[in-house]
C-alpha cells in the first residue's frame, strides 16, 4: 500500500476508532495567457508497509496542524538556517517518506516570510481535506545575500542544505518528489538554479521573478542546454503593475521561442506580498499536482 493509500485509509477509519474509545463523541484576475502548460509526470511512490493498528489517541494527530520547527546545517559558512514544515503524523507514520517543497523568501525578507504569509495552513488544510498526500516544505534563509563573505546561498542550497534534508528528514529524493520556487529574489534564485541543477527539481515556481535582463543570454544558454524530455515543469506569475514585468515578460518570450513548456499567468496586482498571498492557494496546488494521482 502506497502513502497515500495509507494515510487517507487511516483518516477513514479515525471516526471508527474514536467511538469504539468513547462514549462520546480574493483578488480579481486577468485571464492567464494561452502558453501550453508542462506535461504532468505520473507519481508512482514506493510501497511502504503500514505500522501497526494505532489506537484512537495516537490517530488524533490527522487532524491537528502540521509542527514548523527551527533547523540549521552547521557547517556552512555562514550556517545555513532554515524553518521546516513537517506534514500532520510525521513523527507517529516513522515507515513513510515524503516529497519536499523548497520555497525562497524575497530579499529583505527572512525565512519565515512564506510561513507568516499562512502556506503551512493551507498545507494543512490540503491534506486534512484528503486533497494532498501529506508533504514537507523547507523555508531557507538568505538574509546574508548582501554579505561578501562564505559561500553563496545558491552553493549552500545545492551543495549543503539538500543533502542534509535528505539525511535528516524522510524523504523521496526523486527529482519529481522535489520542488523548488520563489517570491521576487527567491524567484531569481529558482530559475538560476532550477536550470543550473534540472536534474535535482521535478518543478520550478516563479513568482514574481527578479530576472535582469542582463541575464537573459545565460538563461537562454542553460534552457538549451537541457534535453526537453528532462526539463522540469515551469510555473511563472506575476501582477499587471508589477516592478519587474519588464523582464519578466523578456524571459517569459525566451520559454516560449524555446518551446520550454510551461504555465503563465499574469494577474492584477503589484510585487507586494498582498499580491502573493492572493495566490498561495493556487500557487500550493499547482506544486502538489504532480505528487497526487
Same mark, same amino acid.
Given at each position: 500500500?502506497?502513502?497515500? $493509500? ?9 471516526? #471508527?476508532? #474514536? ?15 494561452? &502558453? ?9 511512490? &514506493? ?16 487532524? $491537528? ?14 550556517? $545555513? ?19 519536499? #517543497?523548497?520555497? #525562497? ?90 536550470? $543550473? ?70 494577474? &492584477? ?25
Amino acid at each position: 500500500m502506497n502513502i497515500r $493509500q495509507a494515510i487517507f485509509s487511516l483518516i477513514f477509519l479515525t471516526p #471508527l476508532l #474514536l467511538t469504539s474509545a468513547c462514549s462520546s463523541p480574493s483578488a480579481a484576475t486577468l485571464p492567464p495567457t494561452a &502558453t501550453s502548460p508542462a506535461p504532468t509526470a505520473t507519481a508512482t511512490f &514506493t510501497p511502504s508497509p503500514i505500522p501497526p493498528t494505532p489506537t484512537a489517541t495516537s490517530l488524533t494527530c490527522l487532524t $491537528q496542524a502540521g509542527e514548523i520547527k527551527q533547523d540549521v546545517v552547521s557547517t556552512t559558512n555562514p550556517p $545555513q538556517e532554515f524553518l521546516i514544515y513537517l506534514p500532520p503524523c510525521y513523527h507517529e507514520l516513522t515507515e513513510h517518506k515524503y516529497p519536499v #517543497l523548497y520555497l #525562497l523568501h524575497g530579499q529583505t525578507y527572512t525565512q519565515d516570510q512564506w510561513v507568516k504569509l499562512g502556506i503551512p495552513q493551507i498545507a494543512d488544510t490540503l491534506i486534512h481535506s484528503n486533497q494532498s498526500i501529506p508533504f514537507i516544505i523547507v523555508f531557507p534563509d538568505d538574509r546574508f545575500w548582501n554579505l561578501p563573505s562564505g559561500a553563496s546561498f545558491g552553493d549552500r542550497l545545492i551543495n549543503s542544505l539538500i543533502p542534509y534534508i535528505d539525511a535528516t528528514y524522510r524523504t523521496l529524493t526523486d527529482k519529481q518528489y522535489r520542488s523548488l520556487g520563489g517570491l521576487s529574489r527567491g524567484g531569481g534564485w529558482t530559475i538560476q538554479l532550477g536550470l $543550473q541543477y534540472p536534474n535535482l527539481f521535478g518543478s520550478l515556481g516563479l513568482h514574481s521573478p527578479a530576472i535582469f535582463k542582463e541575464n537573459a543570454s545565460s538563461l537562454e544558454k542553460l534552457i538549451n542546454n537541457i534535453p526537453e524530455a528532462f526539463r522540469p515543469r515551469l510555473w511563472l506569475d506575476a501582477g499587471d503593475n508589477d516592478r519587474e514585468l519588464e523582464s519578466i515578460l523578456v524571459f517569459e518570450e525566451i520559454l516560449t521561442r524555446n518551446n520550454y513548456l510551461h504555465e503563465s499567468h499574469f494577474y &492584477t496586482g503589484d510585487h507586494s506580498e498582498s499580491y502573493w498571498s492572493a495566490h498561495l492557494e493556487e500557487y500550493l496546488r499547482w506544486y502538489i499536482s504532480i505528487w497526487n494521482p
